[in-house]
């Protein structure tokens, strides 16, 4: 089983504020996933990475950025906060087909 | 696009009792599926995977099976009890050249098995 943490796992920020939400895992996985799911939604994928140095846009189109410096890091930050940010944001990894979840960071802006 | 839905949204029933959750996918072209559970304040935790050449899955009082060609899943849950309460969610990946990529779900079905 994957060990994948989150933080925070929750973050009440005001609009306009630049945040990171961080994303680790212990496992080696090489694929690394962020999911954004509106309370009594699915889950949509917004951001996903093959390895270091690899990022690619999801399904659900995002104003948030990420990068993949490090194997086992994979931050994701929005510039400008806004309310229509307000989400529950989590992240995911896996070796080959197995996706494992982190906790969630549960962001609020007001 | 690939589409996931599943029936029903909401399920409620005594301790004890077998169930049946159902998911559909619009696409048949699918690399592989997978099945969740969702509690309030956590993550989700994977239950099976089931690759697009399987028919089925089984883990326990869980069982998993797929039609691929009907573009059908489900999750048979046996002799229910209360820890089985939770949110069931139902994903499928597609294929690419690195493996499946991100997964595309379903909204879920909010179970609630009564003591």
């Known amino acids: 089983e994957a060990d994948i943490y989150q933080t925070p796992r929750y973050l009440v920020i005001g609009t306009g504020k630049k945040i990171t939400l961080e994303c680790s895992q212990t496992?080696?996985?090489?694929?690394m996933y962020w999911y954004q799911q509106d309370p009594g939604m699915e889950l949509h994928l917004i951001h996903y990475?093959?390895?270091?140095?690899?990022?690619e846009k999801g399904d659900l189109s995002s104003e948030s950025t990420v990068s993949r410096i490090r194997t086992e890091h994979f931050p994701l930050t929005l510039e400008s906060a806004r309310p229509s940010h307000t989400s529950q944001y989590l992240c995911?990894?896996?070796?080959?087909?197995?996706?494992?979840f982190g906790p969630g960071t549960r962001l609020t802006v007001l | 696009k690939q589409e996931v839905t599943q029936i029903p949204a909401a399920l409620s029933v005594p301790e004890g009792e077998n169930l049946v959750l159902n998911c559909s996918f619009t696409?048949?072209?699918?690399?592989?599926l997978q099945w969740f559970r969702q509690d309030p304040g956590k993550g989700l935790t994977s239950l099976l995977l089931?690759?697009?050449?399987?028919r089925e899955q089984t883990s326990g009082r869980l069982n998993a099976s797929l039609d691929k060609s009907s573009g059908r899943s489900t999750l048979y849950i046996a002799a229910s009890q209360p820890g089985d309460s939770a949110t069931y969610l139902c994903?499928?990946?597609?294929?690419?050249?690195?493996?499946?990529?991100?997964?595309?779900f379903g909204k879920g079905t909010h179970l609630i098995i009564q003591p």
């Open positions: 995911a990894s896996s070796e080959w087909d197995t996706q494992y």
């Open positions: 496992m080696g996985h090489d694929k």
């Open positions: 990475s093959y390895g270091v140095n690899s990022t």
């Open positions: 696409d048949s072209a699918i690399y592989n």
């Open positions: 089931i690759q697009s050449s399987q």
């Open positions: 994903a499928v990946g597609m294929y690419s050249g690195g493996g499946a990529d991100g997964l595309t």
